[in-house]
């Protein structure tokens, strides 16, 4: 207790002491001290402690942090969701969607270490936030940051990997659930209320996360999907490429497929992360120790360069997906050529573009085609220049990743990048002048009366 009321004190004195604008402490001692209560002093953190923690974070942090309670466990304790970003603002500064990053700790109570972690991000954001820390500044303008920190807080006050009922949360999802030689996967997919609200939470508020990490501990490794298959993902090469990064600037730690790197595992929140909702998704196990560290060293040092890869994921989640950017649309009499640059680490294999009448509705869409990882490449589609009317424009339609699961992005084409002089066979005229009227007359002709007339009339008044 007198620790807590010396850092409350602590707490409220500091701004005094600044005598600064908040969020511009450049001196402040906080980064050597943390993380400080209530981890630092105690060798477990309890569901009580954590819950003190994060209502503290919202309270003295209403700017970045929005706590939401997400539903109880089986023994009734509040399941909660410390939410992260620059609230206010809804977008990037340039107006754009944020990048949604999705995140939980302790499915397996006996596994604090993985636990640990999952506080340390939150608290890494929160603290130098606070310190005028550029980098956080900038992933909490660009990015929402969404941390479950302890899902199973009835296992994790008893010490054990399963739940108060028994069951191994981590073989509780709806993905092939109880389809491998297990133990304790509960009674069908999602029947413990802690897996039940997580994917609940998946569902309702990340669906378009483009990263989703989820925190074990017992072997130093990362694991993607899949678990229930020895065979590399669809996405094999946003994992190996994100592998190849992380390797070259951060950390050597291992980063294999589940069920190679470590044993066959089914209805795993890493395979329903992937499979069903699509996300690039790591099984972050942070250390070669399963059960509480027994030492003095600090969890800051101890978890400092699983820390480091977590900011080195979140820093550039802006690339774990496909990501396609028109260089040039040119658009002749008989074809569209497309220019496209793939800036992400994830191929996409459904692309397709489309041709908008001004109502927005789509008139054409091309044949399918694919655009590999972090490539460039032209695309020569079939057309009939003749289609182009007034107020027409052009979108990319594409999935994020090429699993299944992933989810589709629908962009329009800026007009900057477009040339439709080449469909009116080099005429200076604007699009739906003469030579395109002649043909649409000509169409119209084969059509019955009634509409030749109506297209006849609507066409000459658009001149
Ligand atoms: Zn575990």
Request: proline share 5%.
């Amino acid at each position: 207790m007198r620790g807590r009321a010396l850092l409350l004190v602590l707490v409220l004195l500091a701004p005094l002491a600044a005598g600064t604008v908040q969020g511009q402490r450049p001196e402040h001692p906080v980064q050597d001290a943390w993380p400080g209560e209530p981890i630092d002093n105690h060798v477990h953190m309890t569901w009580a402690a954590l819950t003190l923690e994060v209502n503290g974070w919202a309270d003295d942090h209403p700017d970045i942090v929005d706590l939401m309670d997400v539903g109880d466990s089986e023994l009734g304790r509040t399941l909660w969701v410390v939410r992260l970003s620059d609230w206010s603002m809804d977008t990037k500064p340039n107006g754009s969607a944020k990048e949604i990053v999705y995140i939980d700790g302790g499915h397996h109570g006996n596994e604090y270490l993985g636990t640990a972690l999952a506080y340390l991000t939150a608290k890494f954001y929160i603290n130098e936030w606070a310190a005028g820390n550029q980098e956080a500044i900038d992933v909490l303008q660009h990015t929402e940051l969404h941390i479950l920190i302890m899902l199973n807080p009835d296992g994790n006050d008893i010490d054990t990997r399963w739940n108060i009922n028994q069951v191994d949360l981590n073989r509780n999802y709806d993905h092939y659930w109880n389809t491998c030689p297990t133990t304790q996967p509960g009674s069908s997919a999602f029947s413990e209320s802690e897996t039940m609200h997580n994917s609940d939470y998946m569902n309702a508020y990340v669906t378009d996360a483009d990263l989703y990490v989820t925190m074990h501990t017992g072997v130093w490794i990362m694991l993607y999907p899949w678990g229930k298959w020895a065979d590399q993902p669809p996405d094999w090469e946003l994992f190996w490429g994100i592998r190849e990064d992380v390797h070259a600037t951060v950390s050597d730690i291992p980063i294999q497929n589940a069920n190679q790197g470590l044993y066959p595992n089914c209805g795993t929140s890493r395979d329903y992360g992937y499979g069903v909702m699509g996300f690039p998704t790591f099984t972050f196990e942070t250390d070669d120790e399963q059960f509480v560290p027994g030492s003095f060293e600090s969890l800051h040092d101890r978890l400092a360069e699983e820390l480091d890869v977590m900011r080195f994921l979140i820093n550039n989640v802006w690339y774990w997906r496909a990501r396609l950017d028109v260089n040039a649309l040119d658009v002749s009499r008989d074809a569209v050529t497309l220019d496209v640059t793939n800036h992400g680490y994830a191929s996409t294999t459904n692309a397709s573009l489309e041709y908008r009448l001004a109502d927005g509705s789509v008139a054409w869409a091309s044949a399918l085609f694919n655009v590999n990882a972090t490539t460039s490449k032209t695309v020569e589609l079939p057309f009939d220049g003749s289609r182009l009317v007034s107020g027409g424009s052009w979108n990319l339609n594409y999935q994020k990743r090429v699993i299944d699961a992933s989810t589709w992005v629908n962009e329009s084409i800026p007009t900057e990048a477009i040339d439709e002089t080449g469909a009116d066979a080099g005429d200076a005229m604007p699009v739906g002048a003469a030579p395109l009227l002649v043909v649409s007359l000509l169409a119209a002709v084969v059509a019955e009366g009634q509409n030749r007339r109506k297209n006849g009339n609507t066409e000459a008044h658009e001149d």
